[in-house]
């Protein structure tokens, strides 16, 4: 089943007979130097294997496993940042918003506003998202079902966007484990929207080392050819130039080249498959 296209920029759509979108970026912003820096890499990326790409990474990371943990520049800051990023590179930009009042502030500069998953029944949240007329990616929470996510679509169009696509991060297993339902997406884009696969956050283990987050990067490559299998739309992956330094998330960011294996398996199981 072919889901409905959701237009990015007027030169970016995915879903329908589009291909693939990929969102690619640090977990959080960590300086403006080094969005830049990773901007650059990702933008000659996008360039070489001829591809739609977003950048993202975050201006606060609200939802971390310890008070210690950094979370990054904030809205007012991190904005400055990413729209120095599109200035520079003029790669799209999506990043995350916590809170109903961010979102007008924030869709002046990002093309994708992002609500993360601990946040997707949060009607307000997503509502003032939906009505600044942009695209909305809603991660959908670890505890909900596939079909759940009819609901998030629904607050989407009743706040008028039909914009708006959920993004696959995996299903809470027991304790510090998820596991991705690869029935999801196309249960998911019977509803006739877009699914983006969130292949690093679908690899943590929450709370696996005490006061961060664990996961199981070598999982990557795997999980993703069977997201692209299955139908997955888009990809998001978080791209690090030094993972094991990274102040979110480094249990499961990736390095440019592994992003680079990664697409070229999506590429080719896409080029290989109707959905």
């Not at 007027?10 to 970026?25: E, K, Q, T, Y």
């Not at 009743?158 to 027991?174: D, K, P, Q």
């Not at 294996?261 to 498959?273: G, P, Q, T, W």
Request: proline letters at 6%; a neutral charge; aromatic letters at 6%.
């Amino acid at each position: 089943m072919k889901t409905k296209a959701i237009s990015i920029t007027p030169d970016i759509a995915f879903g329908g007979d589009n291909p693939p979108l990929f969102i690619a970026g640090p977990c959080v912003i960590e300086s403006q130097e080094h969005a830049l820096s990773m901007a650059r890499i990702l933008l000659k990326l996008r360039d070489e294997m001829k591809i739609n790409l977003v950048f993202k990474s975050s201006f606060d990371k609200a939802n971390r496993s310890s008070i210690e943990s950094f979370r990054g520049p904030g809205l007012k800051k991190g904005l400055e940042i990413l729209r120095a990023v599109k200035k520079e590179t003029g790669l799209p930009l999506l990043s995350d918003i916590h809170e109903p009042q961010q979102a007008a502030e924030a869709a002046e500069v990002l093309d994708i506003l992002q609500i993360p998953a601990f946040l997707c029944r949060q009607t307000d949240l997503i509502a003032a998202a939906a009505r600044t007329g942009k695209a909305v990616g809603v991660k959908k929470g670890q505890f909900l079902s596939p079909e759940e996510a009819k609901n998030i679509l629904d607050k989407g169009t009743e706040a008028g966007n039909e914009r708006v696509f959920i993004t696959e991060r995996g299903s809470s297993f027991g304790y510090q484990n998820l596991v991705v339902d690869m029935r999801g997406f196309p249960i998911i884009r019977g509803f006739g929207a877009p699914v983006v696969y969130d292949i690093t956050h679908s690899m943590q283990k929450p709370g696996g080392e005490g006061k961060q987050t664990g996961g199981t990067p070598q999982f990557a490559r795997t999980l993703a050819r069977a997201a692209a299998a299955a139908g997955a739309d888009g990809f998001f992956m978080e791209v690090h130039d030094n993972p094991p330094s990274a102040l979110s998330d480094r249990a499961t960011q990736i390095r440019p080249d592994a992003a680079r294996a990664i697409i070229e398996d999506v590429l080719a199981i896409r080029s290989a498959l109707e959905f």
